[in-house]
């Protein structure tokens, strides 16, 4: 059983900064990617940003020079720096992990509950 628990979201007003965190915890044997995306209300789920296990980025366009994305693989944790939030931003966050379990080769998709971030005055 593999769990992904995200926490740091909150209200924010615009210009301001939140630090997301998500911990992958169970029987894992290793980590490839892990990704944020984000869904905002009436929209599809956008990829944010992803890191892979051996430390390369990518974000969307949207978020770049803003949004720092970094794991702490000792403790299978990855984060999400938000600076300079906008408006735009308000969204429910989701972690993403691509992992192996214990006893098994294949990777696959893991997925955390979420957490809402709103950016508003």
């Known amino acids: 059983q593999v769990q992904l628990v995200e926490a740091g979201g909150g209200l924010v007003q615009p210009g301001g900064s939140l630090r997301l965190s998500c911990a992958a915890s169970?029987?894992?044997?290793?980590?490839?990617?892990m990704h944020w995306y984000r869904q905002a209300p009436g929209k599809q789920r956008e990829f944010v940003a992803v890191i892979t296990s051996g430390g390369s980025t990518n974000y969307v366009d949207s978020v770049k020079g803003r949004f720092t994305i970094s794991r702490d693989n000792a403790k299978n944790t990855v984060y999400l720096q938000m600076n300079s939030l906008k408006p735009e931003d308000t969204a429910v966050y989701y972690c993403?992990?691509?992992?192996?379990?214990?006893?098994?080769?294949?990777?696959?998709?893991?997925w955390g509950q979420g957490t809402q971030v709103t950016v508003s005055s």
């Open positions: 169970g029987s894992i044997r290793s980590i490839n990617a």
């Open positions: 993403n992990a691509v992992l192996q379990t214990e006893g098994s080769l294949a990777y696959r998709d893991y």
